[in-house]
């Protein structure tokens, strides 16, 4: 049997761009499904460094004029990723981040840059590449959400939609001006199309015209139908029930081994857990924390925003100190929340160690050197780095939310199953109730046979992309039958 093409769209996927989760889920997710019997090819913007790591690249498709210049389409493969790359310098041939300029501030013509990767996707949805006709296509958050719009409002060929939401917080909403530029008709202005509040929002359009919504979640995916966390898009969500489901992420298991992961100072494994001894203490060397073994040493790997509960976290901090633990930290986001960790490492010289910025590889040394990560979200739609530290025998501290909740389950004094708990959660989002909960961890802490069996548990548990792909591939067979194809 052929496998059944597939074009997946997201404006990152690691390991040619990545600014956080998404670009992993749009990196791994693809290969994995492979194995069910799908070829994804993977459509995303030539940023320079993307275009960089494309060896052999061949032109199959080009478009004289894409929102002001010319533009072609790219194949190639990196790693495992079939990769598409939309080479519009115009658009996506600049230095400063992916969304973002040097300053930070978003880029002014973001509705420009992800209409056109949009439309060339419905292009290529349509056949416009020779020997590829995809029979689903997979739009990732709003940078891909005009895709089903395209597709709805253009007619001809229309593959099944799948739109998946990884977070409701980026809506992608530009002023209804821009209707004609997007070369998109009059009546895509509606309650069931892309209008928004009265402008256009690219999320919306994703979520109310795709055939079918997930989410990287289940627990996320009935949490946004509240006021709570639907972000003002409950209603349409709830409207949308029938057509919404959840579906958790993995991690890539290859990437992510502490048995072979060459950016740790030692390689463990389940069984050779003392090892990680090494890590913690490369980790206290690198940001300056005091050479204590038996110190609680705490981690975070995360962007510093609201979302992440940055603020909580460092109002919780004299509860980690008094517990006679370390914080160790690596995170990037609001400069506010940036000029906060920087004090809290200046005011501790020696228990805070932290470093402001995106790193990779101490990412990695992170999560095989921590003895606790923290991650004290105000709403998470699954979260990675609490599944990395589950594979790396760091034990989660989380908050009772999204895929947090569905991933990590609690070690308390009630558990009826011997090898049911693999963390901490706490709830409601609260400095009192996290601080309880470092509390709760810090007198695990102190029965190391425990702990052990703790981390033992954790690391036992599948958080590859194995079930979540396979569930993938069930919608997609699904959506198939129910055309009859
Ligand atoms: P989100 O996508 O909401 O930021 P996730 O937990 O889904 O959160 O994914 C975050 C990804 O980005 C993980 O792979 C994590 O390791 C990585 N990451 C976050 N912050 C940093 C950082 N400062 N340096 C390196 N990697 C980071
Ligand atoms: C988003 C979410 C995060 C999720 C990631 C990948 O960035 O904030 O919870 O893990 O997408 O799906």
Same mark, same amino acid.
């Given at each position: 049997?052929?496998?059944?093409?597939?074009?997946?769209?997201?404006?990152?996927?690691?390991?040619?761009?990545?600014?956080?989760?998404?670009?992993?889920?749009?990196?791994?997710?693809?290969?994995?499904?492979?194995?069910?019997?799908?070829?994804?090819?993977?459509?995303?913007?030539?940023?320079?460094?993307?275009?960089?790591?494309?060896?052999?690249?061949?032109?199959?498709?080009?478009?004289?004029?894409?929102?002001?210049?010319?533009?072609?389409?790219?194949?190639?493969?990196?790693?495992?990723?079939?990769?598409?790359?939309?080479?519009?310098?115009?658009?996506?041939?600049?230095?400063?981040?992916?969304?973002?300029?040097?300053?930070?501030?978003?880029?002014?013509?973001?509705?420009?840059?992800?209409?056109?990767?949009?439309?060339?996707?419905?292009?290529?949805?349509?056949?416009?590449?020779?020997?590829?006709?995809?029979?689903?296509?997979?739009?990732?958050?709003?940078?891909?959400?005009?895709?089903?719009?395209?597709?709805?409002?253009?007619?001809?060929?229309?593959?099944?939609?799948?739109?998946?939401?990884?977070?409701?917080?980026?809506?992608?909403?530009?002023?209804?001006? +821009?209707?004609?530029?997007?070369? +998109?008709?009059?009546?895509?202005?509606?309650?069931?199309?892309?209008?928004?509040?009265?402008?256009?929002?690219?999320?919306?359009?994703?979520?109310?015209?795709?055939?079918?919504?997930?989410?990287?979640?289940?627990?996320?995916?009935?949490?946004?139908?509240?006021?709570?966390?639907?972000?003002?898009?409950?209603?349409?969500?709830?409207?949308?029930?029938?057509?919404?489901?959840?579906?958790?992420?993995?991690?890539?298991?290859?990437?992510?081994?502490?048995?072979?992961?060459?950016?740790?100072?030692?390689?463990?494994?389940?069984?050779?857990?003392?090892?990680?001894?090494?890590?913690?203490?490369?980790?206290?060397?690198?940001?300056?924390?005091?050479?204590?073994?038996?110190?609680?040493?705490?981690?975070?790997?995360?962007?510093?925003?609201?979302?992440?509960?940055?603020?909580?976290?460092?109002?919780?901090?004299?509860?980690?100190?008094?517990?006679?633990?370390?914080?160790?930290?690596?995170?990037?986001?609001?400069?506010?929340?940036?000029?906060?960790?920087?004090?809290?490492?200046?005011?501790?010289?020696?228990?805070?160690?932290?470093?402001?910025?995106?790193?990779?590889?101490?990412?990695?040394?992170?999560?095989?050197?921590?003895?606790?990560?923290?991650?004290?979200?105000?709403?998470?739609?699954?979260?990675?780095?609490?599944?990395?530290?589950?594979?790396?025998?760091?034990?989660?501290?989380?908050?009772?939310?999204?895929?947090?909740?569905?991933?990590?389950?609690?070690?308390?004094?009630?558990?009826?199953?011997?090898?049911?708990?693999?963390?901490?959660?706490?709830?409601?989002?609260?400095?009192?109730?996290?601080?309880?909960?470092?509390?709760?961890?810090?007198?695990?802490?102190?029965?190391?046979?425990?702990?052990?069996?703790?981390?033992?548990?954790?690391?036992?548990?599948?958080?590859?992309?194995?079930?979540?792909?396979?569930?993938?591939?069930?919608?997609?067979?699904?959506?198939?039958?129910?055309?009859?194809?």
């Amino acid at each position: 049997m052929t496998a059944t093409p597939v074009l997946s769209v997201a404006s990152e996927a690691f390991p040619l761009a990545k600014t956080g989760g998404l670009g992993d889920v749009a990196g791994a997710l693809p290969p994995a499904l492979s194995a069910e019997g799908f070829a994804v090819r993977t459509l995303m913007p030539a940023y320079p460094e993307a275009l960089g790591m494309l060896r052999d690249a061949q032109p199959v498709l080009s478009r004289p004029s894409l929102f002001g210049g010319a533009a072609r389409v790219l194949a190639g493969r990196v790693g495992d990723l079939d990769v598409l790359l939309l080479d519009a310098p115009h658009l996506f041939g600049r230095g400063g981040g992916l969304y973002v300029d040097t300053a930070g501030k978003e880029w002014p013509d973001n509705a420009q840059r992800f209409a056109a990767l949009s439309q060339v996707a419905a292009d290529l949805a349509q056949g416009a590449a020779p020997g590829f006709l995809p029979e689903v296509v997979h739009a990732h958050d709003w940078q891909a959400g005009l895709l089903p719009a395209y597709l709805r409002y253009r007619g001809g060929r229309r593959p099944a939609t799948v739109f998946t939401a990884h977070n409701l917080s980026f809506q992608g909403q530009f002023p209804a001006a +821009l209707l004609p530029a997007l070369g +998109l008709p009059p009546e895509a202005m509606a309650i069931d199309g892309i209008e928004y509040f009265g402008g256009i929002g690219y999320l919306k359009a994703g979520l109310a015209i795709a055939d079918h919504i997930t989410t990287v979640s289940p627990r996320y995916a009935m949490e946004i139908r509240t006021p709570e966390f639907g972000m003002g898009l409950e209603g349409l969500l709830a409207h949308r029930a029938a057509v919404l489901s959840g579906i958790l992420n993995g991690i890539d298991t290859g990437l992510w081994n502490p048995q072979a992961d060459a950016a740790l100072a030692a390689r463990f494994s389940a069984e050779t857990l003392a090892r990680r001894a090494e890590n913690k203490a490369a980790l206290q060397v690198r940001l300056g924390l005091a050479q204590d073994p038996r110190a609680l040493l705490f981690g975070v790997v995360s962007r510093l925003t609201w979302q992440k509960g940055t603020d909580l976290l460092l109002a919780a901090l004299p509860e980690m100190l008094r517990v006679g633990g370390q914080l160790a930290l690596v995170g990037s986001g609001e400069a506010e929340l940036e000029a906060g960790v920087r004090a809290a490492q200046a005011a501790n010289p020696g228990r805070v160690g932290a470093v402001v910025g995106f790193d990779e590889n101490l990412a990695h040394l992170m999560q095989g050197g921590v003895d606790a990560l923290l991650v004290p979200s105000r709403f998470e739609p699954c979260g990675l780095t609490q599944l990395c530290a589950l594979r790396y025998g760091a034990l989660p501290i989380v908050s009772r939310v999204g895929g947090l909740a569905d991933t990590v389950s609690d070690a308390n004094e009630m558990d009826l199953v011997p090898t049911a708990g693999n963390g901490f959660q706490f709830g409601p989002v609260t400095r009192e109730a996290l601080a309880i909960a470092i509390e709760r961890a810090a007198a695990v802490w102190h029965e190391p046979e425990r702990w052990r069996r703790l981390q033992r548990h954790a690391m036992a548990a599948d958080v590859s992309w194995r079930k979540p792909a396979r569930a993938y591939a069930a919608l997609f067979r699904s959506l198939l039958a129910a055309r009859g194809g």
